[in-house]
Structures are given as C-alpha cells and as structure tokens.
T-cell receptor
Framework: KAGVTQTPRYLIKTRGQQVTLSCSPISGHRSVSWYQQTPGQGLQFLFEYFSETQRNKGNFPGRFSGRQFSNSRSEMNVSTLELGDSALYLCASSRTTTGELFFGEGSRLTVL | EDQVTQSPEALRLQEGESSSLNCSYT??????LFWYRQDPGKGPEFLFT???AGEEKEKERLKATLTKKESFLHITAPKPEDSATYLC?????????????FGTGTKLQVIP
C-alpha cells in the first residue's frame, strides 16, 4: 500500500516568491493535514482538509493557504515568502478526522 | 490552550540501558494521545494510540502508558536502531473540531 507522497522533496526560493507544495494521501484516506516543522518550534499545525473542505486552521498568516481536490490530493501555497518560512513542511493523511496520522517524508523549503 | 511538554529534550543511553520518556499534557476533552517516532530527514512514523488513563500498549522494546496528566514511553534494553526523535501528540476537541497538538520531542541516542 503506497504511503503519503509529497512533492517536491527539496526546494530553494528567494524572499518574496511563492511556492506550492503537493501531497497525495494514502488511498482511501479523506483527511489531509499540513504541519510546519522547525528546530525551535517543533510541529506546528497549519490546516486540515476533509472531503475538500477546510475543517480547521492553525495560527498562521493568510500567506499560507491550501486546498483539497476531489481525489483527496492536497496542495498548500505560501505567498510572499519570508526567511522564517524555511522549514520542513509535512503532510499527513488519515481515514477520518480522528485517529493516527500517516506522514509523508516532507518538503524541505529553504528561503534565501 | 492545549499544551504538550516532553522531557527530557535529549537522552543518551548505552545499549541495553532501559529508560523512560515523559509527555505531560494539559488539554480539555482529550480524545487520544499518540506517540510517533521520527528519523532524521523523514516524516514521523506512528507508534501508539492511547485513549484512557490506565491504558498500556506495547511494541517490541517500547511500551506506552497513560495517566490523566501524562504518558510515558518506556524503552527496555534499547538498541542503536532505536535512536530517533520520539514525539508525543494529543488530540482534543477544539471549537467543534478535533485538533492535534504535538510536543517538541525527545531525541534519543543509543550508543553501542
């Protein structure tokens, strides 16, 4: 059974640019969550989608946005990148909105 | 606001030297407590879910326990391959939705 797939794995951007990250959940999983992981803050919740609807959102500025498609695949977008956005962005899927999360390997974003 | 605190931040053990990791939490309406393992450069990997005080789960050299205020991850006779960061997370009701809050993790190093 294929796991959660995130693309791209690594990317380098400059301040002011925007970036789009993609996540394909495990087949049959309808919930997708996004997290930002940094050495100092740990995993910080960004948002959760279930059946194409955003169900919950963390305390991040409006520059961070996401969406989910009918096939449960999800994308997140960060506009007007700042140096502090450098982090590992993790996507996790689950069958429902409760229970254990299954994570992808992450997209490591470096902002110069 | 939900809080999850893990201790110690880092732990260095000799191979075979048993120890415990602590996860203390403050949440209202706990729906579940999760333990994950994260290897460098990878996404967290699910280990256990605990739902109620007194519950215990075991997997190989790992045993997780839960009380009303904290959880312990006991590692018996660890091996070098157990070296990783162990993350604790709690799921609780938040404004009609389920919210997951992660601790910052305990980095375990097992020396041969």
């Amino acid at each position: 059974k294929a796991g959660v797939t995130q693309t791209p794995r690594y990317l380098i951007k400059t301040r002011g640019q925007q970036v789009t990250l993609s996540c394909s959940p495990i087949s049959g999983h309808r919930s997708v969550s996004w997290y930002q992981q940094t050495p100092g803050q740990g995993l910080q919740f960004l948002f959760e989608y279930f059946s194409e609807t955003q169900r919950n959102k963390g305390n991040f500025p409006g520059r961070f946005s996401g969406r989910q498609f009918s096939n449960s695949r999800s994308e997140m977008n960060v506009s007007t990148l700042e140096l502090g956005d450098s982090a590992l962005y993790l996507c996790a899927s689950s069958r429902t909105t409760t229970g254990e999360l299954f994570f992808g390997e992450g997209s490591r974003l470096t902002v110069l | 606001e939900d809080q999850v605190t893990q201790s110690p931040e880092a732990l260095r053990l000799q191979e075979g030297e048993s120890s415990s990791l602590n996860c203390s939490y403050t949440v209202s309406g706990l729906r579940g407590l999760f333990w994950y393992r994260q290897d460098p450069g990878k996404g967290p990997e699910f280990l256990f879910t605990l739902y109620s005080a007194g519950e215990e789960k075991e997997k190989e050299r790992l045993k997780a326990t839960l009380t009303k205020k904290e959880s312990f991850l006991h590692i018996t006779a660890p091996k070098p391959e157990d070296s990783a960061t162990y993350l604790c997370a709690v799921q609780a009701r938040s404004g009609g939705y389920q919210k997951v809050t992660f601790g910052t993790g305990t980095k375990l190093q097992v020396i041969p």
